[in-house]
């Protein structure tokens, strides 16, 4: 009597049929309904009790064993366990969600002083993180990602990969991969590398920690371009590395004021092909004096050729990997920007004296990257499509660039300036008038717009003010209707002030 007074109790949920038995009977033993020793009754009865199938009464029964919440008994039947209520997981959760308010709190643990400094750049990037944020910085032409020949290979290897599935690969990356990579960084960037150099990581975040755990030590100093990436400057600064800003010109970092000030420096961290943010390049003089300086004082130079492809107008520039004789350059590169953002393979070229170095911090980093986006990348590039979409990512760039900056011209023209460029995937855009900055700021966020202040990638506050507009990831409609949108927005919020 007692099992039929609580079987028809038990209301299914939402869901498939057998997770729905699981839950019910699942809450029943939990709840104490079904108390530790009691006779589940036979899947027939359970099935006419619950207007189901006997396969499904059956199915969530299974599952139930299988987490040992019930056990069968040979020519008995199926009990809930003695020990269900008292030990399972469920039983704790549930306590704790019973704890008065009165109780006393956990206290904030205690974390380090580099994590601490880091917080309010940290608020900042969360702040950021709304999908589909239009202008967004650091997003490539995610609408053109050729999904369908993508799932072809993806459904095609998978199908042959069942062996390479099970195991765990290389810690340099899939040999293939790195092979296919070997022979088109040579080809497209001048390049000097080969297979065995190349290490496949998780992005370029990855590569800058893999660089700092082998190279430098706390309170090491380092040097990053001012403006320069924040990503760079926030893995220094989590790992105790001093860091020093240095300025540059129209022909990229200023070398000699970083020999003359900073000598004690370890390691440069550059982005000579396209300078982040500002998306200058820095010139063969410069290059060669940064790689004379490498040497001399037996520094590294941490490369990264983050926008390499996005070059329109003209052949892409050699890499300043491809004129180092001297074995200082760590070249790196991503994937991410020709993908997606969620895409996390990228590469480095190793000098062969840190090939082991890196191994040995890549091996207790994460032992090995995920082998079917390698095997995927590598047939995607050996096959050619990966070239076939690097030209038509430069065809549709070049026309949303021009687009983003006729468009700033038309509506913005007494109080932004877009300097022409001939690479990148964001623009900068100067304001003749810096005390704008808050009207075009405020702005941006009623309308979900996504453009940087140039401030946040500076050490200090200038008095010249400017914002930074991704403009890849967007057809010319959208980006020709939003700039006209906070234009209006923009002038609105300038007059009532």
């Known amino acids: 009597m007692r099992q039929k007074a609580i079987f028809p109790e038990l209301q299914l949920q939402e869901g498939r049929l057998n997770e729905q038995v699981y839950h019910a009977i699942h809450q029943a033993i939990l709840s104490g309904k079904l108390p530790a020793g009691t006779k589940i009754p036979s899947s027939r009865h359970l099935s006419e009790m619950m207007h189901v199938s006997r396969n499904t009464i059956l199915q969530g029964i299974e599952q139930l064993i299988d987490e040992g919440y019930l056990e069968t008994r040979r020519g008995s039947g199926t009990y809930v366990v003695p020990y269900a209520i008292q030990a399972l997981p469920d039983q704790l959760i549930t306590n704790a969600q019973n ?8 206290e904030a643990p205690q974390i380090s002083d580099a994590i601490s400094q880091l917080q309010s750049g940290w608020k ?6 709304k999908p589909f944020m239009v202008f967004k910085v650091g997003v490539g032409c995610t609408d053109l990602f050729p999904q369908t020949t993508w799932s072809r290979l993806l459904g095609r290897i998978s199908r042959h990969s069942h062996k390479e599935i099970t195991c765990y690969n290389d810690v340099m990356g899939y040999l293939p991969l790195r092979e296919a990579l070997a022979n088109y960084l040579t080809a497209t960037r001048g390049v000097q590398t080969t297979a065995d150099h190349i290490m496949i990581v998780n992005g370029t975040q990855q ?4 660089a700092i755990q082998v190279l430098l030590n706390p309170y090491d100093e380092v040097i990053l371009d001012d403006p320069g990436y924040d990503g760079a400057l926030g893995a220094f600064l989590s790992r105790h590395i001093k860091v020093n800003r240095v300025k540059g010109d129209e022909e990229g970092t200023d070398i000699p004021f970083a020999e003359k000030h900073y000598p004690k420096s370890k390691l440069i961290y550059s982005t000579p092909s396209h300078q982040f943010p500002l998306g200058t390049t820095m010139s063969l003089s410069r290059r060669l004096q940064l790689l004379e300086w490498a040497n001399a004082g037996n520094r590294w130079i941490f490369e990264d ?9 003209s052949r892409s520039i050699q890499a300043l990997q491809g004129l180092d004789h001297m074995n200082r350059v760590i070249y790196s590169g991503t994937f991410s920007k020709m993908f997606y953002p969620g895409f996390r393979l990228g590469f480095l070229a190793l000098p062969t004296a840190l090939i082991e170095p890196f191994k040995i911090a890549k091996y207790y980093a994460d032992a090995c990257n995920s082998f079917l986006e390698q095997a995927v990348l590598a047939a995607f590039i050996k096959e050619g499509e ?6 038509r990512i430069r065809r549709a760039c070049l026309e949303r660039k021009n687009t ?3 468009s700033v011209q038309e509506h913005f023209a007494d109080d932004l300036i877009i300097p022409p ?12 008038n810096s005390e704008d900055l808050p009207y075009l700021l405020e702005a941006c966020q009623t309308l979900n717009l996504g453009p940087q202040s140039l401030d946040r990638h500076r050490s200090k506050p200038l008095s010249q003010k400017a914002l930074l ?5 967007h057809s010319p409609e959208i980006i020709t209707d939003n700039i006209q949108n906070l234009a209006k927005l923009f002038y609105a919020l300038k007059k009532s002030h």
């Open 99 to 106: 704890i008065p308010p009165s109780a006393k709190p956990v």
């Open 124 to 129: 900042s990037y969360q702040n950021r993180q």
């Open 207 to 210: 590569a800058i920690n893999l």
């Open 305 to 313: 050729d983050y926008n390499g492809e996005f070059r329109y107008r």
């Open 386 to 391: 990966y070239a076939k979409h690097v030209r």
């Open 404 to 406: 983003l900056r006729s």
């Open 421 to 432: 460029t001939d690479s990148g995937i964001h623009s900068v855009a100067w304001l003749k």
């Open 469 to 473: 507009f991704g403009f890849a990831a």
